[in-house]
């Protein structure tokens, strides 16, 4: 299976060996994950993902989805958050997503 493990890894400054240190493994492991020769277990996706600071679906060869400049800061922000802060965000913008009638919307109140 395809993924971005040595990207990600290239990206963030870091060697095969000092992924391997961070994750408890070997570089000739960490490689062969990189290559798709090891296969990746839910284990090593948590590890790898934590070691490099991403989601673990950040380490699955998806296409690449553009994110804005907005969206990116959005996203760090939201992840900073604990896990309640996270609900009452996940609220809030739910209820400001919500669509407003045309009788809110406009002030004017319809008889």
Known sequence: MKNRIAELRKARGLTLQALA???GASNQQISHLE?????LTVDWVDRLAEALDCHPFDLLDAPPQAKTERERALLELFRGMSDEQQDA?????????QPVSREEGDGKKRA
């Open 21 to 23: 240190d961070m994750v």
């Open 35 to 39: 290559k798709g020769r090891r296969g």
């Open 89 to 97: 965000f996940f609220q809030a913008t739910a209820a400001l997503a």
